[in-house]
């Protein structure tokens, strides 16, 4: 069965450096998500990206916040200048637009320290 | 605006018990409802969908327009369906971004 696949699957960075959060959606996908979930709370939308281009954004994706899909077939997450609070689990989701839902990556866990 | 409602936090049932999580949406169209799964320390798994009017590992969900609900039901709940359940709510054109209640933990005693 065709998977998400994200990486790294943990990452430490400290306060101030800027990440890259990787993931390779499914192939025939065209929408591709990106959402976090603070450790014990919900899971929040960040941002969608369909045809080369963000389609919707939160409140959260801010200008600290950018996405890319430089080669086809990665979708990468780039913050900037991490804060704490930025401390997360990152997951990255791919769609057909269809009905059939979305594939959610693995995630990775990002601890800013 | 979409909204997707699960009043409950935390579920917590004996082996055996029946099991309801509730979910509630606010959506003016014909939205597409989603249960999703995340056992500990997982991704997130698709469960089940309201258009395929499936019933996986036991779980069957009813979409009931007039109440605009889509709780997740299972007869006899089992140890093995401790996780974390998200009801979202997706609408159909644009981007169809996802819209995921805060979540229902699920635990199943012995």
């Known amino acids: 069965e065709p998977e998400v696949t994200q990486t790294p699957s943990h990452q430490v960075t400290q306060m101030g450096q800027e990440v890259i959060l990787r993931c390779v959606p499914i192939?025939?996908?065209?929408?591709f998500y990106w959402y976090r979930q603070i450790l014990g709370q919900k899971v929040e939308f960040l941002v969608s990206?369909?045809?080369?281009?963000?389609?919707?954004k939160s409140e959260i994706f801010d200008d600290q916040f950018s996405v890319e899909r430089p080669d086809g077939s990665n979708f990468t997450l780039k913050i900037r200048s991490t804060k704490l609070e930025d401390s997360a689990m990152y997951f990255c989701?791919?769609?057909?637009?269809?009905?059939?839902?979305?594939?959610f990556g693995s995630g990775t866990r990002l601890t800013v320290v | 605006a979409q909204r997707v409602t699960q009043p409950e936090k935390l579920l917590s049932v004996f082996k055996g018990a029946p099991v309801e999580l509730k979910c509630n949406y606010s959506?003016?169209?014909?939205?597409?409802l989603f249960w999703y799964v995340q056992y500990s320390r997982q991704r997130l798994q698709l469960l089940l969908r309201?258009?395929s009017r499936e019933s996986i590992k036991g779980f069957t969900a009813d979409l009931n327009k007039g109440e605009t609900s889509f709780h997740l039901k299972k007869p006899f709940a089992q140890e093995e369906d401790s996780a974390m359940y998200y009801c979202?709510?997706?609408?159909?054109?644009?981007?169809?971004?996802?819209?995921f209640g805060r979540g229902t933990s699920l635990i199943v005693h012995p």
């Open positions: 192939s025939n996908h065209l929408y």
């Open positions: 979202a709510l997706k609408s159909p054109g644009g981007s169809y971004i996802p819209t």
């Open positions: 990206f369909y045809n080369n281009e963000i389609s919707e």
């Open positions: 959506y003016s169209g014909s939205p597409e």
């Open positions: 309201h258009i």
């Open positions: 989701a791919s769609a057909t637009g269809g009905s059939d839902g979305y594939t």
